[in-house]
Nanobody
Framework: QVQLVESGGGLVQAGGSLRLSCTTSGRGFSSSVMGWFRQAPGKEREFVAAINWSGDSSVLADSVKGRVTISRDIAKNTVYLQMSSLKPEDTAVYYC??????????????????WGQGTQVTVSS
């Protein structure tokens, strides 16, 4: 059974840090592009970051550049989203996704076939 499970969310003060993890199970994830998206209350889901299967190519949304890094550990079937200097506007449910998009489509949620249930990140001011 294909499964993506996010963890690491929580409540943090502005300026703080969090590391989100997404652990995958099932076949084929080692060759998948892994992405992170987020959805704030009342807003559409938006792209945050994505990384290719080998971990040597990644894309970050402009809104998080300089504050977020994405990495993956293939042996552990896990992708990480390290967030620092968090702002209240980073408050959202963060979703992990897996797919096989071309590089130019890393930010398109329709390019991903599998999704986790999400983990809540709340940044207080």
């Amino acid at each position: 059974q294909v499964q993506l499970v996010e963890s690491g969310g929580g409540l943090v003060q502005a300026g703080g840090s969090l590391r989100l993890s997404c652990t995958t199970s099932g076949r084929g994830f080692s060759s998948s592009v892994m992405g992170w998206f987020r959805q704030a209350p009342g807003k559409e889901r938006e792209f945050v970051a994505a990384i290719n299967w080998s971990g040597d190519s990644s894309v970050l949304a402009d809104s998080v550049k300089g504050r977020v890094t994405i990495s993956r550990d293939i042996a552990k079937n896990t992708v990480y989203l390290q967030m620092s200097s968090l702002k209240p506007e980073d408050t959202a449910v963060y979703y992990c996704a897996a797919g096989l998009p071309r590089y130019r489509l890393y930010g398109s949620e329709t390019s991903y076939n599998y999704w986790g249930q999400g983990t809540q990140v709340t940044v207080s001011s």
